[in-house]
């Protein structure tokens, strides 16, 4: 089992940045990729971006291409998302991610284990 736990949401103004944490247990943190999916009120859970074991290889929505780096720190087992540049329409609940999948993958279905989510608001 892997617990995942997500801090660092909050409100933000458009054209501001946060940066989200998720701190994993339970698990050798190197052996997972990563990612981070989000869901906005009355909308499906949407793929945001992922990395790798090694944090070698990322993947990023078009939506958040450029303004949004995610990164992944393996001694503190820890995977962070930078957000710059933000958007009212980047208003959402975060949720970090974990699979047991060799790809970077894209699909929610493909992760194994998820942390209870963290909210971001963008005013505009």
């Known amino acids: 089992q892997v617990q995942l736990v997500e801090s660092g949401g909050g409100l933000a103004q458009a054209g501001g940045s946060l940066r989200l944490s998720c701190a994993a247990s339970g698990r050798t943190f190197s052996r997972l990729n990563m990612g981070w999916f989000r869901q906005a009120p009355g909308k499906e859970r949407e793929f945001v971006a992922a990395?790798?074991?090694?944090?070698?290889?990322?993947n990023y929505a078009d939506s958040v291409k450029g303004r949004f780096t995610i990164s992944r720190d393996n001694a503190k087992n820890t995977v962070y998302l930078g957000m710059n540049s933000l958007k009212p329409e980047d208003t959402a609940a975060y949720y970090c991610?974990?699979?047991?999948?060799?790809?970077?993958?894209?699909?929610?279905?493909?992760?194994?284990?998820w942390g209870q989510g963290t909210q971001v608001t963008v005013s505009s």
């Open positions: 991610a974990a699979t047991n999948s060799l790809a970077v993958v894209t699909t929610d279905s493909s992760y194994d284990y």
């Open positions: 990395i790798s074991r090694s944090g070698a290889r990322t």
